[in-house]
């Protein structure tokens, strides 16, 4: 039963400490880890917790006393320990105590097979190794190791908090640089609420986008959800029942209430995509903006996502700005003169970045920059060596204004990508009776509404159809990925291939659950799977199709950004084709026109257009009219449709120019200086090449029943057909097909990647070194001397600190293995042999029978390997603490010598770092030794001895 003031330990969490019980609330009990600065509430008949209950023999600290327990009495609930005249109440404890009971384990005979205890420190080995790295949190996502993604990650991950604009060209995977900052942040502890505020059509991608990539569970919010919530808690704020949460601003704006409870509910992160279209001037700003601009007040962690060029609407540009940092963009006026200054430089950065020579204008421009900084002046008469321009490179570059702010990629300086091949086929309208050209008009019409009206198509005799089918059989060994507007037409299609071609066809759409989705696109995947995938729009969003190098464009959506996202299903880095793109269209359709106006108007099909949305809202409405005009027969709108295109081309001309004149260089080049700009790629090199992991996690998880069968090179079902316990995650729907391969799970959606911090092996590992398996073990070993015997001992060094530091990139739960024999000698480098762990299984030791000469010699050899570990702990804290004043010391310094010549670095992100500094150095001294797992070996005459 719990009551408020027991001491309790979480088995899950262990390095939390001992836990208060706060409040008992009908199935619910809330717990704080003060320490560690958490509060957990657990649902009381499931709670992953055991009660810190001592015994007499043990020691126990509080109150800045420490004594070894006498007795123990229970007064009103609540434990008292005395000893040594002495008295705790159980309040009165530390945070941090020793509560293994390996040993008791050990010595009264109930101890556990030794491979179990192999497994269990391998466990804790591989924890704490992972939990290091700077790719904890990310080891287990779906994402290529793309540099320039990797570079924006690192460097937005390290920020405290990140507050930053994610601004890359179309293409180049800002939702998967978001996804890979918000990761880090939870898995580091940093943030623990996450907010994903969305335009509505991007919600489902962002969804999928987050469960596939990154193994995130967001909640998708709506009205519905809210008001149930309410109804089942007596009316509390609706967005406070979930930690990661996703809501449409469509949603939002109707309901000023939700909108008042989406603030106050309080956040550690706010993701905010198609940010461009939060509307500001300096006169007023739309509600949207001012929702954004209230929550980003709040909330710590800010991550701004647009593909929008500056140029579009620089004022525009300064608005996104002011919500990340109002102090520093205060002042519209200030900022365009800035960026003017900026834009004079972009072009010196190019030259001193490419050896050339700088011209008399641009060695003043320097100089103004340089402006009470003599040292890079005097430099600027040595330009023309190497060096000496890389330095004034540097420092042009942390001169940046919105350098620390801003981050973003171009196509051409990233590339690797493939050529688009366009291939419009032309179909005969004589094909077409009234009746069929009708049909298609109305489609056409029901396209071009936002979301698609409804219609049920039928495609028996349509044009379209017999080109499908001649494509096919012209590329017989390639697959093909059709993309069309609706689930209606995805369904119609199959309908009408399914009598006129045996190819293998594949459904993708919103009207299937996840699972199927996944099978359907794991057939499309295979090499003898279907060879034709149909999609509709939605259904295709956030997908990896790059195996295939086909697509078909069935219809012809308005919006030039929908027609990038279904060639981006195939247009992606590491693609090994030319990406042909096939547009059959009835000729002087509705459908032709469009696709003229993409491919000769903003050649959409052979590049990427930044500026698509730009010249939808100018000359959309007036194509959608000529569109329906052409489909009705008026051959006269050509002249029209003509001059359409060549308006289109030429304001697609005049706006790249501006988007390539105004590039900035420095602002590309600025991540390159970021000290963990490769912190993530290192990182990667050394996870991705462990030849032992993959065996690893087969035995963790055979060793809860679960069958490993290998069903292809890399891999492998997990079958829980014997599956020991329900608390192992992953397997309510049966075998799961996972991979250890990255290649294969970039490939293959529906496999898991397995790696250390992926949901299923984090269970599977808690769930192991939270329980007392392997934790007590006895083994003879044949190639001992004789009469010899020898304790193991698993000790834990856990640094109890608040999550928000992210303490345990310096001291994560380490476990170390001290072995010291019975005249209490340390064996320092003593293992098992080979052959002992091979016989282990065949003999039957019946421990039981020895626990009284385990009782005399475990507690001496014990309290020697206590001695031993911590003093071993006391170098490992030492080593740590080192660490974390060198990269600690080194941000701080760059911090203080950045912000004397960049405005962009304030005073409180300078404090912030300062403030977590102190907190670390103060915290890693404190760092504690656990006892976790012991094992006795013996030579085989020692038994007979006994």
Request: hydrophobic share 45%; with cysteine.
């Amino acid at each position: 039963m719990f009551q408020p003031g027991q001491r309790w330990i979480s088995t899950a969490e262990p390095e939390l400490g001992l836990g208060t019980v706060l409040r008992v609330e009908g199935r619910g009990v809330q717990v704080l880890f003060a320490k560690a600065g958490v509060l957990r509430p657990y649902a009381t008949e499931s709670a992953p917790l055991v009660r810190a209950e001592f015994r007499a023999g043990q020691r126990v600290a509080g109150k800045g006393i420490a004594f070894l327990v006498e007795r123990v009495e229970e007064r009103e609930g609540l434990f008292v320990y005395r000893g040594e005249g002495r008295e705790l109440e159980e309040g009165q404890l530390d945070d941090e105590q020793s509560v293994s009971q390996a040993d008791d384990r050990l010595v009264g005979g109930r101890t556990d097979p030794a491979d179990r205890f192999d497994l269990r420190l391998e466990a804790l080995q591989r924890r704490a190794q992972a939990r290091r790295s700077p790719t904890w949190g990310l080891e287990s996502a779906r994402i290529g190791l793309v540099p320039h993604q990797l570079r924006v990650a690192g460097i937005a991950s390290a920020r405290r908090p990140p507050r930053v604009l994610l601004a890359d060209e179309v293409g180049l995977g800002k939702t998967i640089e978001a996804g890979m900052i918000l990761a880090r942040q939870l898995a580091a502890g940093r943030a623990n609420r996450v907010l994903l505020l969305l335009p509505e059509t991007l919600v489902y991608q962002w969804f999928v986008e987050l469960l596939r990539r990154f193994n995130l569970s967001f909640s998708i919010f709506d009205e519905e959800r809210c008001e149930a919530i309410e109804q089942a808690s007596d009316g509390r704020n609706p967005f406070e029942d979930e930690q990661l949460v996703i809501a449409d601003f469509a949603f939002l704006s109707q309901s000023p209430k939700r909108a008042r409870q989406l603030v106050d509910a309080g956040w550690d992160l706010l993701v905010v995509d198609e940010a461009h279209h939060l509307e500001w001037s300096p006169e007023a700003a739309s509600p949207r903006y001012a929702l954004v601009e209230e929550l980003a007040a709040a909330t710590p962690g800010v991550i701004l996502l647009t593909a929008t060029p500056e140029q579009l609407g620089r004022a525009g540009h300064f608005a996104r700005l002011r919500l990340l940092d109002p102090q520093r963009y205060g002042d519209l006026d200030t900022y365009l003169a800035e960026a003017d200054s900026f834009g004079e430089l972009s072009d010196v950065a190019s030259v001193l970045s490419e050896g050339g020579a700088l011209t008399a204008d641009q060695r003043t421009a320097l100089t103004r920059r340089f402006t009470g900084d003599r040292e890079m002046i005097a430099l600027l008469n040595k330009a023309e060596d190497p060096k000496i321009a890389r330095d004034l490179l540097a420092a042009l570059i942390d001169r940046h204004g919105t350098g620390r702010a801003m981050f973003r990629n171009r196509r051409a300086g990233i590339g690797g990508f493939p050529r688009r091949v366009p291939d419009i086929i032309l179909l005969d309208p004589l094909d077409l009776d009234p009746a069929r050209r009708d049909t298609m008009l109305a489609e056409f019409r029901a396209d071009c509404q936002q979301p698609p009206a409804l219609i049920e198509p039928d495609y028996a005799d349509d044009p379209r159809l017999e080109a499908l089918i001649n494509l096919l059989d012209e590329h017989p060994a390639d697959k093909f990925l059709l993309i069309c507007r609706t689930q209606a037409k995805v369904l119609a299609i199959e309908e009408a291939l399914r009598t006129r071609s045996g190819v293998g066809v594949a459904r993708f759409h919103e009207g299937l659950g996840i699972v199927q989705r996944d099978r359907n696109a794991a057939f499309f995947a295979q090499p003898d799977g279907a060879r034709l995938l149909l999609c509709s729009e939605i259904g295709s969003e956030g997908r990896n199709f790059q195996f295939a190098h086909r697509l078909i464009m069935w219809d012809m959506p308005l919006d030039p950004d929908l027609v990038e996202q279904r060639i981006g299903r195939l247009d992606r880095i590491g693609q090994k084709h030319d990406i042909v793109i096939h547009v059959p269209v009835i000729d002087q359709s509705a459908q032709h026109v469009l696709a003229r106006w993409f491919d000769e108007g903003l050649d959409a099909f052979r590049h990427s257009p930044a500026d698509g949305r730009e010249l939808l809202r100018r000359f959309g409405p007036l194509l959608a009219n000529l569109a329906d005009e052409h489909a009705r027969g008026d051959d006269d709108r050509d002249q029209e449709l003509d001059a359409l295109i060549a308006e289109t081309r030429a304001a697609h001309e005049e706006l790249s120019a501006l988007i390539h004149a105004g590039r900035d260089h420095l602002l590309e080049l600025a991540a390159t200086r970021d000290p963990h700009a490769d912190d993530l790629t290192r990182a990667f090199a050394v996870d991705d090449v462990d030849p032992g992991r993959d065996a690893f996690l087969q035995r963790l998880f055979e060793n809860y029943g679960v069958h490993a069968e290998e069903l292809a090179r890399d891999i492998v079902l997990l079958d829980p057909q014997y599956l020991s316990t329900d608390g192992l995650e992953g397997f309510g729907d049966g075998p799961v097909s996972v991979t250890f391969s990255r290649d294969v799970a970039l490939s293959r959606e529906d496999l898991p990647l397995l790696r250390m911090d992926h949901p299923m092996v984090h269970a599977a590992v808690d769930l192991l070194v939270s329980s007392e398996q392997g934790n007590a073990a006895f083994m003879v070993d044949d190639t001992l001397p004789v009469r010899t015997a020898l304790l193991q001992a698993v000790f834990v060094l856990e640094c109890v600190a608040d999550r928000t530091l992210d303490a345990e990139r310096f001291i994560p739960p380490t476990p170390m293995v001290v072995s010291v024999d019975t005249r209490l000698t340390e064996r320092a480098h003593f293992v098992p042999s080979e052959v002992a762990m091979r016989r282990a299984p065949d003999r039957n030791i019946e421990v039981a029978r020895y626990r009284k000469f385990l009782s005399k010699l475990v507690p001496p050899m014990l309290e020697r390997a206590e001695d031993l570990a911590d003093a071993r702990g006391e170098v490992l804290k030492y080593e740590a603490i080192e660490a974390a004043q060198l990269e600690m010391d080194a941000e701080y310094s760059r911090l203080i010598a950045l912000r004397a010549v960049n405005p962009s670095i304030s005073e409180a992100e300078v404090t912030r770092v300062a403030a977590e500094r102190a907190a670390i150095l103060a915290a890693l001294p404190e760092a504690r030794m656990r006892l976790d797992a012991v094992r006795f070996v013996v030579s085989p005459d020692f038994l007979a001895l006994r």
